[in-house]
């Protein structure tokens, strides 16, 4: 109730509100996020939660960073209206038993490694659109197989909202910026822009061309041969439907993920 009341005032005069969901630990990249968002409707809100049902039980929710006091100081200084922060007894009250399945969309690249990953992520968004009600919400393409499920979710449940992608922020080597990469020893740092580089060299032989296959192997192997210790996947993928390609046709992406030490990188890239 008292967040439907601070959204309601937000909205107040007929202003827009578009919502940020985050799980904090708030770098550049969200900020942009943030930015952009500032640009498209009047007032922003931005949403903190590290949401459990989006973990598999051998995963990092434990260890997941977090610095709550550091990123409200970073939201006030972007300007944003309201910080939604729920914990885990609010947003899943005691027999919460109702949750969202994704199909398809969610079975290949990251659900295939994450089972049950997309779903917990669906459910938290859509406990999200229903709280904050906003008019636009935003994310980021890093996670594209994420983008596109919430694109498909908004379709197929009918939320009356837009949903905006925003650019990936990289660092000036090319890393993909990522809460994760708070985990990267300085080693595997250096080593990590072999992600970002096999994929725009794949994307380029594939844009200009070239065999799909033989570009999606090289690009693996370009990748173990950086430093990483394995590769969970590197596809061309239909950018809407996510279907995989065998060749290339227009709207592609390349999407990857790949595994460094105990972190999992993920990256992608338009191609043409
Ligand atoms: O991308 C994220 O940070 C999370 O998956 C999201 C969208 C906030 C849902 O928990």
Redesign the pocket.
Known sequence: ATLHRAVDALKQGRKSVALV???GALHEG?LSLVRMAKRVADHVVV?I???PT?FGPNEDYAAYPRDEAKDAALLVEEGVALLWGPDVGVMYPDGHSTHIEVAELGADYCGAARPGHFD??AT??AK?FNQVRPDIAI??E??WQ?LAI?RRMARDLDFALDILGAPIARDKDGLALS?RNAYLSAAERKAATALPNALKAAAKAIAGGGDVAGALAKAEADIVKGGFDSVDYVALADADSLERLTEFRKPARLLAAARIGKTRLIDNLAVG
Do not use: A, C, R, Y
């Open positions: 969901p985050t799980m969200h949403s939660f590290v949401n989006q917990g992520v938290v968004v999200l994310f980021g890093k996670d994420q919430i809460s």
